[in-house]
C-alpha cells in the first residue's frame, strides 16, 4: 500500500533563516506531489505541484520554492523565512494519470517563524 | 474560473443530532468532488468522493453525501453525529482532464454533548 511521509513534524526557526522540508511517497511511481499551507484557521493554499522529475508548477508567488528530484521525492525550501511563512504544511499525492485523481495527504509539518 | 465554496465557517450540533455540511463548486464540466476531514494538527483523510455514477455516495464514518447537478452542490450529510466528528471539513473539486484541485476554506464542526 502507499504512504506518504513528511519531516520534520515541528520546526521552530528565526527570520531569515534557511528552510527544508521533505515529503516521500512509497508504494507507487509517477505520481503527482503538491504542497499545500494551511494558515491558522484557513483554508488550503496550494503552493506548488510537480507531475514528474525536475517539473515544479508555482500557483503563489513568494519566497518558498520546490524541487523534486527524484520521483518520489518533494522538497519545499526557503532561503530566507518571513514570519508569514508560519503555518502548516501538507504534502499530498496524487496517482499521475492527467486527471484530477484522489489525494492523498501526509500528515504535515508545522513551522513557526519567530 | 473554478472554485469552491463552503458557506458555513463553524457549526455547532448536539452529539446525535444530524448534520448536513453545505458545499457549492463552479466548474466548467462535470467535476470529481470530495470530502476530506481533519482533526487538529493531523493531515487530511479522505471521508468519500464521486467520480460518476450514483449521486448519493457513502463513504466512511457512515458519511454520505450527494451530488446535484442542478444546484451545483455536494453537500455532506450523517444521520447521527459523535463527538469524534468534531474536526475540519473540507470540499475539493477536481478536473478530469487537468491535474489541478481546489478546495473550499473549509467548515469547524464542534459537537456538545
Known amino acids: 500500500s502507499q504512504t506518504i511521509h513528511q519531516w520534520p513534524a515541528t520546526l521552530v526557526q528565526p527570520v531569515g533563516s534557511p528552510l527544508s522540508l521533505e515529503c516521500t511517497v512509497e508504494?507507487?511511481?509517477?505520481?503527482?506531489l503538491y504542497w499545500y499551507r494551511q494558515a491558522a484557521g484557513r483554508g488550503l493554499q496550494l503552493l506548488f505541484y510537480?507531475?514528474?522529475?525536475?517539473?515544479i508548477s508555482s500557483e503563489v508567488p513568494q519566497n518558498l520554492s520546490a524541487s523534486r528530484p527524484q520521483d518520489r521525492q518533494f522538497i519545499l525550501s526557503s532561503k530566507k523565512l518571513l514570519l508569514s511563512d508560519s503555518g502548516f504544511y501538507l504534502c499530498?499525492?496524487?496517482?499521475?494519470?492527467?486527471?484530477?485523481?484522489?489525494?492523498?495527504f501526509g500528515p504535515g509539518t508545522r513551522l513557526t517563524v519567530l | 474560473a473554478q472554485s469552491v465554496t463552503q458557506p458555513d465557517i463553524h457549526i455547532t450540533v448536539s452529539e446525535g443530532a444530524s448534520l448536513e455540511l453545505r458545499c457549492n463548486y463552479s466548474y466548467g464540466a462535470t467535476p470529481y468532488l470530495f470530502w476530506y476531514v481533519q482533526s487538529p494538527g493531523q493531515g487530511l483523510q479522505l471521508l468519500l468522493k464521486?467520480?460518476?455514477?450514483?449521486?448519493l455516495v457513502q463513504g466512511i464514518k457512515g458519511f454520505e453525501a450527494e451530488f446535484k447537478r442542478s444546484q451545483s452542490s455536494f453537500n455532506l450529510r450523517k444521520p447521527s453525529v459523535h463527538w469524534s466528528d468534531a474536526a475540519e471539513y473540507f470540499c475539493?473539486?477536481?478536473?478530469?482532464?487537468?491535474?489541478?484541485?481546489?478546495f473550499g476554506t473549509g467548515t469547524s464542526l464542534t459537537v456538545i454533548p
Open positions: 475539493a473539486v477536481g478536473a478530469q482532464t487537468s491535474n489541478q484541485f481546489y
Open positions: 464521486y467520480f460518476s455514477g450514483d449521486t
Open positions: 508504494g507507487t511511481s509517477n505520481p503527482n
Open positions: 510537480s507531475v514528474g522529475i525536475g517539473q
Open positions: 499530498a499525492w496524487t496517482q499521475g494519470t492527467g486527471r484530477s485523481d484522489t489525494q492523498y
